[in-house]
């Protein structure tokens, strides 16, 4: 009999390990062919739309090479990009994620018993659980979360790190739904903007606006349909935020109950807020891709909506300005959402998520650092 050695140990973690990666590559290669079939039986975006918002750039701080996608976060961009995309991450180090809906909790199911003891601080007769469930329902119609979760796999896939930093987006599953910005300006403005695009001849299937461009837009909303161009609308609707994933929301939940004056008062300090918030996005970013570098990571995947590019190479280049911006309101991110800057490994656990293909033993855990 083969005597036991350290050796003979460590070869049977090697193997164990190797096969666990072949099979998540595996499964998540099988998932992506169904997933782009899917899209492509009832497509929301045109090819031509998708291709307009795609802008490759890299930029270097010390030796760090960082390969900047700008993207329509639509799932259609996989129909026309998946190996472009693919190569990036393939090639990388770490991958910076604009959402994560999988590794923020929001597929976990077994979140539901927590948040269900949560009531909602912009209507009390609902829950979180009940705000999950519709943000899951309509997670395709108003894009938020499908294409960032083929991003989450596309990390696991070829077993890279994964970082977040979205001082709007990156927080947990309760904080999100918790925060009356999130969803009720969004629902209440879309939802009685919604018939004039309509009108406009704008599809539905293109309404994707963002919690980023949220405040322009408004302002264009004071325009004729008519007068905004087609071209305008997607260029505004690109970089899709977390406000407007719940603008689908059944009309008894949108509906917004009466506040008393002190109420009124504490809902036009969370939009002030939460616009402060919107507009510091661009140097958290370009300021946690700094601390990424100097961390370690030589090569790094910045997928981001297009409308993100311009404003985070201004900021890398400029990162006084950037820490500079932020100490300047560090009170307002540390009220809000102190712990954006996170970095998470895949690592063995037990997954309890409704939608996580990869493995059923493997889960997104944050990297103490």
């Known amino acids: ?31 992506s062919q169904e997933f782009d079939k899917e899209i492509l039986a009832k497509p929301d975006v045109s090819s031509e739309e998708v291709r307009e918002a795609w802008q490759i750039r890299e930029w270097k701080i010390g030796d760090t090479v960082i390969r900047a996608i700008g993207v329509a976060h639509v799932p259609e961009t996989f129909l026309e990009f998946r190996q472009e995309i693919e190569n990036v991450i393939k090639e990388s180090d770490v991958v910076v994620n604009e959402f994560a809906p999988e590794a923020l909790g929001f597929y976990d199911k077994e979140s539901a018993s927590k948040l269900q003891s949560i009531k909602s601080t912009f209507n009390e007769n609902y829950n979180l659980e009940q705000l999950r469930q519709a943000y899951l329902k309509y997670e395709r119609q108003y894009n ?120 009124k008062e504490t809902e036009i300090d969370d939009k002030k807020k939460y616009t402060q918030l919107v507009l510091l996005r661009d140097p958290k970013l370009a300021d946690s891709l700094i601390k990424l570098a100097e961390m370690g990571y030589k090569k790094v995947a910045f997928i981001y909506g297009v409308g993100h590019l ?60």
């Not at 140990?9 to 595996?26: C, L, P, R, Y």
């Not at 977040?164 to 999100?176: R, T």
């Open 144 to 263: 938020l979360g499908l294409f960032h979760h083929e991003i989450e796999l596309l990390a696991a896939k070829y077993g890279k790190d994964m970082a977040l930093a979205d001082l709007s987006l990156s927080m947990d599953v309760e904080s999100f739904l918790k925060d009356d910005t999130l969803y009720a300006r969004g629902a209440e403005q879309i939802e009685r903007k919604k018939a004039l695009y309509k009108k406009g001849g704008l599809e539905v299937g293109t309404f994707l606006l963002s919690v980023a461009s949220f405040i322009n837009f408004v302002e264009e909303l004071k325009q004729p349909v008519a007068m905004m161009s087609r071209r305008k609308f997607i260029k505004n609707g690109l970089i899709v935020g977390a406000s407007l994933a719940l603008a689908g929301l059944p009309s008894k939940i949108v509906k917004i109950p009466q506040k008393t004056s002190a109420n």
């Open 310 to 369: 311009d404003g985070v190479e201004k900021y890398i280049n400029n990162p006084e300005l950037a820490s500079m911006e932020l100490n300047d309101n560090e009170d307002i991110i540390n009220r809000n959402n102190p712990n954006a800057f996170r970095i998470y490994k895949l690592s063995p656990g037990n997954n309890t998520s409704g939608r996580f293909v990869a493995s059923e033993k493997m889960i997104w855990k944050p990297i103490a650092k």
């Open 1 to 31: 009999m083969e005597k036991f050695s350290m050796n003979n140990f460590g070869n049977v973690i090697e193997q164990k390990s190797k096969k666990n990666e072949k099979d998540i590559f595996e499964r998540v290669s099988i998932h």
